[in-house]
């Protein structure tokens, strides 16, 4: 399994919440290669829920900071460092090196971008989102099940859903939702128990709850067009 590991390659979209934990766990799981993409410096409100930031850090670019915490733990790890926002110019070729995406943004433009993006390439993307005391997870598999659009298929208009800066992000929620990517990610590359494709786990920090619905692919989805679309096409899927 770990050798597996070390011929492995992720990328991790935002450095923030998600990402401190779904890397940092990436990294000591035995990865061989992440990429880091986050366009933003640290800030001193980050700190509650950005764990792999410290004070040190503030107003440093937010990859930087990662990858310098990332290679005291793992000399050896391949960094790949991206200190741009993801965009619809730039997403096709950061992405297509990497057998796995993981969705470690704050935002919906983001999120949506790499759904969509995914598909287009054939990668398997490890959804992550939380709000408040709430956090979900998936992994959508295209070709293998459903994508985000088939959930939800628009993004929400601009402004009507407050952000995490604003809304306010209890720390340990994306923590603990980060690291159910980072195992979602090597149950995935090392092909060892069951994903997060079809399913999406919800966690409730003030119930302690843990709840979990079965996904079907929406035939309709202009994405994925029912989870079929990648492999109609031929496109190249990985497991
Ligand atoms: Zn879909």
Redesign the pocket.
């Known amino acids: 399994m770990g050798e597996y590991l070390r011929q492995a390659s992720a990328v991790v979209v935002g450095t923030g919440g998600l990402g401190s934990a779904s890397s940092w766990y990436l990294a000591l799981a035995g990865i061989g290669r992440l990429g880091l993409v986050d366009g933003d410096a640290v800030e001193i409100s980050n700190l509650q829920r950005q764990v792999i930031h410290s004070t040190t850090d503030l107003a440093r670019a937010k990859v930087e900071s990662a990858a310098e915490k990332l290679r005291l733990i793992r000399p050896d790890l391949k960094l790949d460092l991206y200190p741009v926002r993801l965009t619809g110019e730039n997403a096709l070729s950061i992405l297509a090196p990497y057998d796995v995406v993981v969705d470690a943004c704050d935002n919906f433009a983001t999120r949506y971008l790499l759904n969509d993006t995914c598909q287009v390439l054939g990668k398997p993307l490890s959804y992550g989102a939380v709000f408040r005391f709430e956090g979900q997870a998936s992994l959508f598999f295209p070709g293998r099940g ?5 959930l939800f298929p628009e993004p929400p208009p601009a402004g009507s859903v407050p952000s995490c800066q604003e809304a306010g992000v209890f720390g340990p929620v994306p923590g603990l939702i980060g690291c159910l990517q980072a195992m979602d990610v090597v149950r995935h590359l090392t092909g060892r128990g069951e994903t997060y494709r079809g399913r999406l786990v919800l966690y409730d920090a003030r119930l302690m709850t843990w709840d979990e619905v079965i996904l079907h ?2 035939p309709h ?1 202009p ?2 067009g ?2 079929r679309k990648a492999e109609e096409n031929g496109e190249r899927t990985v497991n």
């Open positions: 459903p994508c985000l659009r088939c692919p929406d989805c994405v994925c029912g989870g």
